[in-house]
């Protein structure tokens, strides 16, 4: 069984771009949550899609946006880049809501200058 | 909402030696405790996980255990080993059928020397 895929692996931006993340969860999983990982700051998270549909949100600001479709697969969007926001955006995918084993992908390293 | 602060932020052990890392919840109605390891450069996995009507678990080298009175919950490495080495980090979440929101310590860098 496949794991958790996330592309790009590394992206390089620059302040102000916006930037699309991709992540397509183990088949049958219908969860898709996001976390962003940063050094000493641990894993923060973003927010979490099922079925389409985002059950909740963690406090990042509005320009942080996600979405979920049909297959399962999630994109998260982040626009006008601040330095801020580079770090590790990691996916992580779940059977169903309330399942707690959550299976995390490799992550996308994003880097903003 | 649900902070986790999570201790100390760096251990060195010898291999053979244990290590503990210990974990501070402040929602009493959290009611689910997972660890993650996470090596350099790769992906957190899960390593062990415990609920909130047990107050232990083990699993072969790694036990968890829990005391919900004092909201702490700590990870126990016996006889560790260099890979063992890995960043590992806590975490907690109110499991319902609302979702997966784990909130996550900082994490704890374990270096096992030889």
């Known amino acids: 069984k496949a794991g958790v895929t996330q592309t790009p692996r590394y992206l390089i931006k620059t302040r102000g771009q916006q930037v699309t993340l991709s992540c397509s969860p183990i088949?049958?999983?219908?969860?898709v949550s996001w976390y962003q990982q940063t050094p000493g700051q641990g894993l923060q998270f973003l927010f979490e899609?099922?079925?389409?549909?985002?059950?909740n949100k963690g406090n990042f600001p509005g320009r942080f946006s996600g979405r979920q479709f049909s297959n399962s697969r999630s994109e998260m969007n982040v626009s006008t880049l601040e330095l801020g926001d580079s770090a590790l955006y990691l996916c992580?995918?779940?059977?169903?809501?309330?399942?707690?084993?959550?299976?995390f992908g490799s992550g996308t390293q994003l880097s903003v200058l | 909402g649900e902070n986790v602060e999570q201790h100390p932020s760096t251990l060195s052990v010898q291999e053979g030696d244990s290590a503990v890392i210990k974990c501070t919840y402040s929602?009493?109605?959290?009611?689910?405790f997972p660890w993650y390891k996470q090596e350099l450069g790769k992906r957190p996995q899960l390593i062990i996980d415990?609920?909130?009507?047990?107050g232990e678990k083990k699993d072969q080298r790694i036990a968890v255990t829990l005391n919900k009175t004092a909201k702490h919950f700590s990870l126990h490495i016996t006889e560790t080993q260099p890979e063992d080495s890995a960043v590992y980090f806590c975490?907690?979440?109110?499991?319902?059928?609302?979702?997966?929101?784990?909130?996550f310590g900082t994490g704890t860098q374990l270096k096992v020397e030889l």
């Open positions: 899609y099922f079925s389409e549909t985002q059950r």
């Open positions: 088949s049958g999983h219908r969860s």
């Open positions: 415990i609920r909130s009507n047990v």
């Open positions: 929602d009493s109605a959290s009611n689910y």
């Open positions: 975490a907690a979440a109110i499991l319902t059928g609302g979702g997966n929101k784990l909130t």
């Open positions: 992580a995918s779940s059977s169903a809501l309330g399942n707690e084993k959550l299976f």
